[in-house]
């Protein structure tokens, strides 16, 4: 598996598989239904594809902490996890990604903290943080307020 453009162009990645996590089949979509049908052929369950997801994806992230900072700081300093959810997901969807995340050994250092914040809000964080002009209300600006 690859992350991004370094993927092999005509291989099937898996994708989606977090949505899987919530169970309220009336709210997902034909697209989600047919991942869940392909991720069953290996006899998995979503939280262990999930598991694995957010395995490599540390590997990544860690190996990539460890060449900036360096192994000594790296190991020592705290770390702050933030994964997003979905708006509408209950605490059951929650629960296994928190689940997930433990598998996949995110958690297993004393200084990693793990975090959900739903999509929105981390939209919203990241205008205000990285864009603090572009949010600036006028009164002559319209507003429409979106959900």
């Known amino acids: 598996m690859g992350w991004g453009f370094s993927q092999s ?17 009336q709210l997902r979509n034909t697209a989600l239904d047919a991942q869940a049908h392909d991720m069953k052929n290996p006899g998995r369950l979503p939280v262990e594809v999930v598991a694995d997801y957010l ?8 190996l990539s902490l460890r060449r900036t900072l360096g192994r000594q700081l790296f190991d020592h300093v705290s770390i702050q996890l933030v994964l997003t959810v979905p708006m509408y997901w209950d605490h059951g969807a929650q629960n ?3 689940t997930a995340a433990k598998w996949s050994g995110m958690l297993t250092r004393d ?15 990241y205008m205000l943080k990285d864009f ?8 002559s600006h319209e507003h429409q307020k979106c959900n």
């Open 9 to 25: 162009y005509g291989i099937s990645q898996p994708g989606w598989c977090k949505l899987l996590l919530f169970q309220d089949k």
């Open 96 to 98: 296994l990604l928190k």
């Open 111 to 125: 200084n990693v903290d793990l975090s959900l914040i739903s999509e929105q809000e981390a939209a919203a964080s």
């Open 132 to 139: 603090p002009s572009a949010l600036r209300v006028r009164s």
């Open 55 to 62: 395995r490599s994806l540390w590997c990544h992230v860690s």
